[in-house]
């Protein structure tokens, strides 16, 4: 457990340090809209004080929505399966200024194609809609001045002076052409940095998909049963052992509901109930079931209830420990009903046929 937890918070450390490392505003939702991470420029764009006053908020209830009314509506767009990416402008009041965000709205989805949660990215294009309106308004007035050229090349020579002045002023003109030609490569280079930041990102994502295979691969090859199960009680991981303790494939377990699982009421009721304390209350629980029958076993079983909690999964990990008390099909007894079969033999009872095969 130990070993886990410092994987578990090792992937929770790199993410934030990837966070922080991008220079663009990203705030990570999961799948109920609550604020679950986000890095210093998200929280210093949308103007909000500190980052602890937002993480574990729903979104709609926090700042964010009262500056962007239209948050709500277009975020419940990306609620809608296949809905893919939503963008929007939006103009928001920060600080005793205006600042025009591009909004963009990603639904995470899990390997089964459901949503699992949000990202919202937010650019500040303020200085990019200030050059767009200055653009139009030169183009706007070289038109007007390629006009006014047209008319007085008809004049006489008593408007020579006035052509002379409208020169002067095409030379401005081209100045702040070139000023403008000037600002459009200094964006052109921001553009490369941008794709540079976009391929580590991407680099990031691919060690960080790579790390979560080994954590699923070190969790199938644990001696001891494992299951994985997501907020919304859908088995997301049954490995190997479990298969061997419950007699059910891992191909029928995984995707299906826990109520479901063909496993006993009693069974099912009591890891449904822990589940919710635990996601409840965030903390771990243990406890054991004694003289439990479901398929092949029969015996105490012990369960531990861990939260797997992280932007991308909000799941319980349950590891049971089975102690068999009777052998219910071919396979071998565990090791306390070893345990016990030894301590009978030891007082002098006599040993069952099954007993002598074994010997």
């Known amino acids: 457990m130990d070993k886990e937890k410092r994987e578990v918070d090792a992937l929770r450390t790199l993410q934030n340090n990837l966070l922080e490392s991008l220079r663009q505003a990203v705030i990570v939702l999961d799948g109920n809209d609550i604020i679950v991470n986000g890095n210093t420029a998200a929280f210093e764009i949308w103007g909000v004080d500190s980052k602890e006053s937002l993480n574990g908020q729903r979104v709609l209830a926090t700042i964010m929505a009262e500056r962007c009314g239209e948050l709500g509506d277009y975020l419940q767009r990306t609620h809608i399966p296949g ?74 020579e008593e408007l020579q002076s006035t052509n002379e002045e409208l020169e002067t002023t095409n030379e401005e003109l ?78 029928i377990a995984v995707g299906m509901k826990l109520p479901n699982l063909p496993l006993t009421a009693v069974l099912r009721n009591t890891l449904s109930r822990r589940m919710k304390d635990v996601l409840l209350k965030q903390k771990p629980v243990n ?26 999964m909000r799941a319980v990990l349950v590891i049971f420990d089975p102690e068999r008390t009777v052998k219910a099909s071919r396979t071998s007894l565990s090791n306390g009903a070893r345990k016990s079969s030894k301590k009978k033999g030891a007082a002098g009872k006599p040993k069952s046929k099954a007993d002598k095969k074994r010997m």
């Open 287 to 312: 406890l054991r079931i004694k003289n439990l029958k479901s398929g092949s076993f029969q015996g105490n079983l012990g369960m531990d209830f861990t939260l797997v909690n992280n932007p991308s």
């Open 83 to 156: 809905a893919g990416t939503v963008q929007f402008r939006t103009k928001i009041h920060v600080h005793d200024e205006d600042r025009i965000l591009l909004v963009t709205l990603k639904s995470v989805l899990n390997q089964d194609n459901n949503r699992d949660g949000t990202l919202i990215y937010a650019e500040d294009v303020s200085h990019q809609e200030k050059l767009r309106t200055t653009v139009e308004e030169l183009e706007a007035t070289a038109e007007e001045l390629h006009s006014a050229n047209e008319e007085l090349e008809t004049t006489n």
């Open 174 to 251: 081209q100045s702040t052409n070139e000023e403008l030609e000037t600002t459009n490569e200094e964006l052109h280079s921001l553009n490369e940095e941008l794709e540079t930041t976009n391929d580590e990102l991407e680099m990031r994502t691919r060690e960080l998909d790579e790390t979560n295979r080994r954590y699923g691969e070190t969790l199938e090859h644990m001696p001891l049963p494992v299951m994985l199960v997501s907020d919304d009680e859908k088995v997301m991981l049954w490995n190997s052992a479990a298969h061997r303790l419950f007699g059910v494939e891992s191909k």
